[in-house]
């Protein structure tokens, strides 16, 4: 499996921005999806997770509320919404997927069976 991610860029506090996962290589419909974050200096962190079918998300406490993650597996993508964006929420962006893995397990540790490249999200006024 080979993950795209995009969407990312600079924008100012309280703005939003939407988040692709594009997948190749494997229909999707198998993989729980995660988004995962990386500021410099700190540990990769859970974002937002979802189920294969996306009947059962999860998401970060600091997140709840402001993020949305949604998939189309016809489209074979995952997507996150990410609205009312603030400062502490810039970092790399990766999207991560796990074969049948329960979503709770995969937003508690950044560990995936396979990765995206990462899109930088900026915050700033």
């Known amino acids: 499996v080979q993950l795209q991610a995009s969407g990312g860029g600079l924008v100012q506090p309280g703005e939003s921005l939407r988040l692709s996962c594009a997948a190749s290589g494997s229909n999707l419909d198998y993989y729980s999806i995660g988004w995962f974050r990386q500021i410099p200096g700190k540990e990769r962190e859970a974002v937002a997770c979802?189920?294969?079918?996306?009947?059962?998300?999860h998401y970060a406490d600091f997140v709840k509320g402001r993020f949305t993650i949604s998939r189309d597996n016809v489209l074979n993508t995952v997507y996150l919404q990410m609205n009312g964006l603030k400062s502490e929420d810039t970092a790399v962006y990766y999207c991560?997927?796990?074969?049948?893995?329960?979503?709770?397990?995969?937003?508690?540790?950044?560990?995936?069976?396979?990765w995206g490249q990462g899109t930088q999200v900026t915050v700033s006024s």
């Open positions: 979802i189920s294969t079918r996306g009947g059962v998300t």
């Open positions: 991560a997927a796990s074969y049948l893995l329960a979503v709770a397990t995969m937003c508690s540790g950044p560990t995936a069976d396979y």
